[in-house]
């Protein structure tokens, strides 16, 4: 690609971008053209848990969504504790075109709409990063009125994860299935 002299840095990103083509390559999408197609990236904890979803493994698949899979948390340290997975996954949400990063965010909030109505939640807390798993994935967290003192107010990492309770298949089932019908009442699920 070349600049020409006068051109912004907007529109030079733009002239890019429209010249870019997409490849998909160990389950992340790259620009191609800006990486080497024979460097084979590293698989994250995400893109275990998207490929066991696809293959029905994962026990906490909530639901398949339009831009990938509604999944429990393995810990769940405040009930209800969720998280969105793209499928196929990406490095962040910038990685998304237009169109899958609106219905990426649409399936984040039906999602959050869901555990409001199901589980008596006052509020939903969304969270991206990233840092520690460098795939995109969205919690999904619901937060009550009767969460002790302190931790009322705090973000979510500010629980001891360590004491929280695994997710339960048996214990949680029907917290799934009234979430499972909740997301397709709400026109979230993929057919």
């Given at each position: ?10 529109r ?6 429209t ?7 160990s ?12 460097r084979i990236e ?18 906490r ?10 999944v429990?948390g393995e ?29 990426f ?6 999602l959050?709409d ?6 008596g ?6 969270a ?6 460098p795939?995109?994935?969205?919690h999904?967290?619901?937060r ?8 009322a107010t ?12 695994r ?5 949680d089932?029907?917290?799934l299935?009234a ?7 709400l026109?979230?699920?993929?057919a």
């Amino acid at each position: 690609m070349s600049i020409r002299a006068g051109c912004g840095p907007g529109r030079a990103a733009r002239s890019l971008t429209t010249r870019i083509r997409w490849s998909v390559s160990s389950g992340f999408v790259y620009p191609r053209g800006v990486r080497n197609e024979s460097r084979i990236e590293p698989e994250t904890a995400i893109h275990a848990q998207v490929i066991a979803a696809r293959e029905g493994r994962d026990p906490r698949v909530i639901a398949r969504l339009f831009s990938g899979w509604a999944v429990f948390g393995e810990k769940q340290f405040l009930r209800g504790y969720a998280l969105l997975l793209p499928d196929p996954v990406v490095p962040s949400l910038n990685a998304l075109g237009a169109k899958e990063r609106s219905a990426f965010l649409l399936d984040m909030s039906r999602l959050g709409d869901a555990l409001l109505k199901v589980t008596g939640a006052i509020r939903i807390n969304y969270a991206i990063y990233g840092n520690i798993e460098p795939a995109l994935h969205a919690h999904v967290i619901p937060r009550y009125a009767d969460e002790p003192g302190a931790l009322a107010t705090a973000h979510p990492w500010a629980y001891d994860w360590s004491v929280a309770p695994r997710f339960d298949a048996a214990r949680d089932a029907t917290l799934l299935q009234a979430l499972r019908a909740g997301l397709m009442r709400l026109g979230a699920g993929a057919a």
